[in-house]
Nanobody, 118 residues
């Protein structure tokens, strides 16, 4: 069955970096655009970044542009999100999904918690 499993979250101080991973199985990963989203406490889920199936085109929410980098390794069926210069406003549960920007976001992972606090 389709599985998306995020990892790499944790508690970090402001200004730190984290790299999230999303391991995919059960579908043709290399044929699907992928995306990262996040949901902060008390807020709606927010799209963060998207990448085309081949990885040549990426797009980002304004709130993370210049700090986050989405990438993928189709040989490893894995999606990544490099997050730099983290800010407390980046605190959220981060989810990966199939889909690029406007959706549809058909498959979702269970999420990984990122907490940015001093």
């Amino acid at each position: 069955q389709v599985q998306l499993v995020e990892s790499g979250g944790g508690l970090v101080q402001p200004g730190a970096s984290l790299k999230l991973s999303c391991a995919a199985s059960g579908f043709g990963f290399a044929s699907k655009a992928m995306a990262w989203h996040r949901q902060a406490p008390g807020k709606e889920r927010e799209w963060v970044a998207g990448i085309t199936n081949g990885g040549s085109i990426t797009t980002y929410a304004d709130s993370v542009k210049g700090r986050f980098t989405i990438s993928r390794d189709n040989a490893k069926n894995t999606l990544y999100l490099d997050m730099n210069n983290l800010d407390p406003n980046d605190t959220a549960v981060y989810f990966c999904s199939t889909g690029y920007y406007t959706g549809p976001f058909e498959y979702w992972g269970q999420g990984t918690q990122v907490t940015v606090s001093s």
